[in-house]
């Protein structure tokens, strides 16, 4: 019974979310499997991997192949570096603890690298954030000035009509009082 590792679709209709299993290679995409080994969910930035590393290299031993895409998150999480090491034991290339030491410096590297990323990523979200509040708050100015201008320009008016009657009537005033005047010569 030929055993392949891949991936088996679920989630909903454009939010996509992995099942990685064991299953024979004559069954459906998303049919029978014969053992869970993880999820992948490609909808978040870093996508999330949760892969148990030792069950995948169980059955790597056992002569299971993976698909193009389970090979590349079983390299990425470190589950055929893992299988490698083991066969340099079975040789006696190396030791257990030789073996054990050199996946765990590649993981602690690998983490690193990951937390990089998340770093650069959340940094990038922040300056985005902050570039945005720096525009809008540029427009809010822009508004309360335009805002001040139309309302001074409203109270300029408004005296601007009050100022010229006040000037008319001491006008008339003045012709009243020399009409009077003139009158009384």
Not at 61 to 72: F, I, K, S
Not at 107 to 125: I, Q, R
Not at 131 to 158: F, M, S, T
Request: aromatic share 4%; hydrophobic share 40%; glycine share 6%.
């Amino acid at each position: 019974m030929p055993v392949k590792i891949r991936l088996q679709r679920h989630g909903k209709k454009g939010k996509p979310f992995y099942w990685i299993v064991a299953a024979d290679a004559r069954s459906k995409r998303d049919g029978r499997f014969l053992e869970k080994l993880g999820t992948y969910n490609p909808n978040v930035n870093p996508a999330s991997i949760d892969l148990d590393v030792d069950g995948a290299v169980k059955w790597l031993q056992n002569g299971a192949q993976p698909t193009d895409t389970a090979r590349a998150i079983l390299s990425y999480k470190g589950a055929l570096l893992k299988n490698h090491l083991a066969g340099g034991v079975k040789k006696g290339a190396l030791t257990e603890e030789q073996a054990e030491e050199k996946f765990q410096a590649w993981l602690s590297e690998k983490e690193g690298a990951v937390d990089a990323k998340k770093d650069a990523l959340a940094k990038a979200e922040a300056d985005a954030k902050a570039k945005a509040l720096a525009a809008e708050k540029e427009v809010n100015a822009k508004r309360e000035a335009e805002a001040a201008e139309a309302e001074a320009a409203v109270k300029a008016e408004e005296a601007a009509a009050e100022a010229p009657e006040a000037p008319e009537a001491e006008a008339a005033t003045e012709e009243v009082t020399e009409e009077a005047s003139n009158e009384q010569e």
